[in-house]
């Protein structure tokens, strides 16, 4: 955890347990910190945008003081268990029929590729060499560190690593299916043929085809 983190929690927490808005100096004198501390973390809640920084109506010459509240609704600065949700939904699929979970995988993947992907302006259709260039960047961008030499990539680094250790074929065809819709959304005489997991010590293989070959 970021050294900041539990001061700034403590923080908000002061915020949420006042009556209404606070100044610098009503929080630092409720933690016990000094002013410029309350404010460092004070802007930076409010930069995340859970606070809000607003200007007091004055009561009197001199100018309003700045206050804080914080913003309504659930705290977005707590720890997040996206790989936790990523299992429970794979385990839930890989219960049932093998077949049709390894097809629902896959058309799930091809529709993501298909929208993913950056496809040329109409009517032109992407070349091959074009398409296979697109499908590298869309792969670089979500991480996979492909190397593309003809017809065969490379895929030195997996996003998914620990859930297709543990699903195996499940996140495969997921990946499989996003190059292949990818492919398919450019129209391109380019096609993913296959998936070879693990193929190397460093990297998974993916073997594209061409029209007719």
């Given amino acids: 955890m970021a050294p900041d983190r539990p001061r700034r929690r403590e923080v908000l927490e002061t915020l949420r347990s006042a009556a209404g808005p606070l100044g610098v100096a009503d929080v630092a004198d409720r933690l016990g910190v000094h002013p410029n501390t309350a404010r460092f973390h004070l802007d930076a809640l409010a930069a995340d945008g859970a606070v809000e920084r607003t200007a007091e109506r004055p009561s009197g010459p001199g100018r309003p003081r700045t206050v804080y509240a914080p913003?309504?609704?659930?705290?977005?600065?707590?720890?997040?268990?996206?790989?936790?949700?990523?299992?429970?939904?794979?385990?839930?699929?890989?219960?049932?029929?093998?077949?049709?979970?390894?097809?629902?995988?896959?058309?799930?993947?091809?529709?993501?590729?298909?929208?993913?992907?950056?496809?040329?302006?109409?009517?032109?259709?992407?070349?091959?060499?074009?398409?296979?260039?697109?499908?590298t960047a869309l792969l670089d961008d979500l991480d996979f560190d492909p190397e593309t030499r003809g017809d065969v990539v490379r895929l030195r680094h997996c996003p998914f690593l620990e859930l297709a250790e543990e699903f195996g074929p499940l996140v495969c065809d997921v990946h499989l299916g996003l190059m292949q819709g990818a492919l398919a959304e450019l129209g391109a005489p380019l096609a993913a043929d296959r998936l070879e997991p693990f193929a190397e010590p460093g990297a998974c293989v993916a073997h594209l085809r061409r029209a007719g070959g």
């Fill in 71 to 135: 913003r309504p609704g659930m705290d977005r600065g707590g720890a997040r268990g996206y790989r936790l949700l990523a299992r429970i939904l794979l385990s839930r699929l890989a219960a049932g029929e093998p077949g049709a979970a390894r097809d629902g995988a896959t058309r799930a993947g091809r529709d993501w590729g298909r929208y993913l992907v950056d496809r040329p302006p109409p009517p032109r259709r992407a070349t091959a060499e074009e398409a296979s260039g697109r499908l």
